[in-house]
């Protein structure tokens, strides 16, 4: 009777038995959506979808069109082998462009909606990077690699069959930078140029910065003005001081070449993304106020092409613009910004400035407004991107996909809250907490501490495959993320706290966020926790060692600095730390020395994981060598894991499961003897 009953009851309750806790091959298998966009008049919404695997059968990425009249109508709109991208909507809304390797290289294509096939837009001798079509459809404008100086596509090819034709394997250099992120700058450069639409299939282009040595910043900061005359776009000026400065500008060009007009030259600090109004009266841009810093307050700014007048929007408003579009009345402008753990929309009232939020739940992205709706992805801590609409008023959010419900039966995720304390100068400080998968009250689990990098970042409510929180959760772990001081969404002041004062404040702030929640929940067992972090959180790692040397069982330190001089003379983006640190490492008033973890060495006991990529070049794989070498030489257990083939991050899916074993190998040592 009783194996009777037992049989009922899991019968029962069987949805619920079947899930699990995540697991690293959930996040390599869950569903992806990209180049989510809205049709002109608001009626249908085209967007990619990568399917990773649930099924067996399909791991492909085909794009899909939804008709918001009618929910339940979801088109896929292509079955190729490769991958389409830069989705974007003809004027008319009959037809989508998207770029595709369907003929040996990147190139544009167009699909019509209501019948037929792809028909191939170029035909270059070079790849394209990138492109945007004219609202009149008779010019589009390519993002395309080529020499500097080069006025046709041929010479480009020509230089590169020099190089290939070289015999040796040197690379020379004569000003920085000769290195960005993962891959040795080569002499070829990302140039914005023209064609003409209509006329059979494009085989050549115009380069409209043929004598620049400069990249454009990407074709997402390149617009046509209203007319389809010009083309407005943001890049750096020539010059040898591009590798410590952020001063981009916002130039303007005719679409038959001429001269460059500086639209920004005022502002000595970061100029980017412009757009205008559907009525063309209007190009706003985002603008920051100080130079070389790159996480300043992106303001946005409307600029009248009527009057020459400019006014920065909603002065006032103490966040920083993310994403931005017009609405229809064109004089509404719906950002996403970060907030409170949060990436929230807001509209802003071009007029008066007048800021009202619209939604704030988790992370929106992929920001598209037409008609009277908004159309976005959003992410939490327990679900993966998908696709909502909701009334420009805020009203009647709707769930538009659900590309991973499959997915969601296998697995039960951690409940998370958000929490606030006292930090540093009694500021009030935020973070989350998320229970273990299984969660039962009268237990004791160990900690899970993560810290952010940026250091101007934030661990808020996202779904983050590289450092996802519920994977903690799911061994059995409390997760504890602060947001301390520098942090991003709590206002400038708070996240230029950070700058001169690495070691400091958010230091102070962990250690009170550790102390709060442990008193808060008894449950954490703060005798077992283990500290991890990446880029500026790999830093804090070595931080907490020399500072904090008893702080935690073990420690995780992924791409941290180790010894700030030597950083400096080896990363590329140098506006960075001279900006943060206080200028040049040479200068005796700076930072490299007061916030240095190998300059405390001595005092690390700490045991430690660190873990690097060789193809690193913001956080070069000597300081995980440096910080490893520390540990060796003093006894200390340790542990180094190179990635041959990763930078900054593990994008691999395969390097993702071993990094992800690896971490949990090591802190189940010391935390679940």
């Known amino acids: 009777m009783k194996k009777t009953l037992l049989t009922l009851a899991l019968l029962a309750t069987g949805s619920a038995l079947a899930k699990a806790p995540l697991t690293v091959e959930h996040l390599n298998r869950f569903n992806k959506l990209h180049d989510v966009v809205l049709s002109p008049d608001g009626r249908y919404v085209a967007y990619g979808q990568t399917n990773a695997g649930f099924s067996p059968a399909d791991h492909s990425s085909d794009l899909y069109l939804m008709d918001l009249s009618n929910l339940n109508k979801v088109s896929r709109l ?245 994403d931005y579009k017009f609405g229809a009345d064109n004089r509404t402008v719906y950002v996403t910004t970060q907030d409170l753990g949060q990436y929230a929309i807001y509209a802003i009232n071009t007029g008066f400035g007048d800021v009202r939020k619209v939604y704030a739940d988790g992370y929106a992205g992929a920001l598209n407004v037409a008609a009277d709706k908004i159309v976005f992805t959003n992410h939490k801590l327990d679900t993966p991107p998908e696709v909502f609409q909701l009334n420009t008023d805020g009203s009647n959010l709707t769930q538009l996909t659900d590309i991973n419900a499959d997915w969601h039966k296998e697995v039960q995720f951690g409940d998370y809250e958000q929490f606030s304390f006292k930090g540093a100068n009694d500021d009030t400080v935020y973070g989350y907490l998320v229970k273990p998968w299984d969660f039962d009250a009268n237990k004791k689990y160990p900690l899970a501490f993560l810290v952010h990098g940026g250091p101007q970042g934030s661990f808020g409510n996202m779904f983050n495959e590289r450092w996802n929180a519920q994977m903690y959760a799911a061994k059995g772990y409390a997760v504890v993320m602060v947001d301390f001081h520098g942090s991003t969404g709590y206002g400038q002041a708070f996240t230029d706290s950070i700058s001169r004062d690495w070691g400091g404040k958010p230091l102070e702030d962990l250690k009170k966020g550790f102390e709060y929640i442990v008193k808060a929940q008894p449950w954490i067992d703060g005798n077992r926790a283990c500290a991890l972090g990446a880029s500026y959180g790999g830093y804090m790692m070595n931080w907490i060692a020399g500072n904090w040397p008893t702080g935690f069982k073990c420690l995780v330190n992924h791409a941290g600095l180790y010894d700030m001089p030597s950083f400096y003379g080896s990363t590329e983006e140098l506006w960075f730390p001279e900006f943060d640190l206080g200028g040049p490492a040479w200068k005796p008033e700076s930072d490299y020395q007061k916030f240095n973890p190998a300059a405390l060495a001595d005092n690390w006991q700490t045991p430690m994981l660190v873990i690097h990529g060789l193809k690193d070049y913001r956080v070069p794989y000597a300081q995980g060598l440096g910080a490893f070498t520390n540990l060796q030489r003093k006894g200390i257990d340790s542990r180094l894991v190179i990635f041959p083939d990763e930078n900054h991050w593990i994008l691999n899916k395969d390097n993702r499961v071993r990094w992800y074993n690896e971490v949990f190998q090591w802190l189940d040592k010391y935390t679940k003897p």
């Open 78 to 322: 292509t079955q190729s082998m490769g991958r389409e991208s830069q989705l974007q909507w003809a004027n008319d809304g009959q037809s989508i462009y998207f770029i595709a390797n369907r003929s040996g290289s990147n190139q544009v294509w167009q699909l019509p909606l209501y019948g037929g096939e792809a028909l191939q837009v170029t035909d270059l001798p070079l790849a394209v990077e990138g492109f945007k079509v004219s609202s009149d459809g008779k010019q589009l404008a390519l993002a395309l690699s080529v020499k500097p100086g080069c006025q046709s596509l041929q010479c480009t090819l020509e230089a590169k069959a020099a190089d290939a034709a070289k015999k040796d394997s040197a690379m020379a250099y004569d000003q920085l930078m000769v290195r960005h992120w993962d891959h040795w700058l080569t002499p070829y450069r990302n140039h914005l140029h023209v064609a003409a639409l209509g006329q059979g299939v494009v085989k050549d282009a115009t380069n409209l910065m043929s004598d620049w040595n400069t990249n454009i910043a990407g074709m997402n900061e390149v617009a046509f003005t209203p007319d389809s005359q010009r083309l407005v776009f943001s890049a750096k000026i020539p010059a040898a001081d591009q590798a410590w400065h952020t001063n981009y500008d916002i130039f303007m060009v005719p679409v038959n070449g001429g001269e460059k007009q500086n639209l920004t030259a005022a502002n000595p600090a970061w100029d980017a993304q412009p757009s205008f109004s559907g009525d063309g009266r209007f190009m706003a841009y985002k603008a920051m106020s100080k130079p070389q810093a790159e996480a300043d307050k992106f303001s946005l700014v409307l600029l009248d092409m009527v009057t020459g007048q400019r006014k920065e929007l909603a002065a006032e408003f103490d966040r920083s613009v993310s």
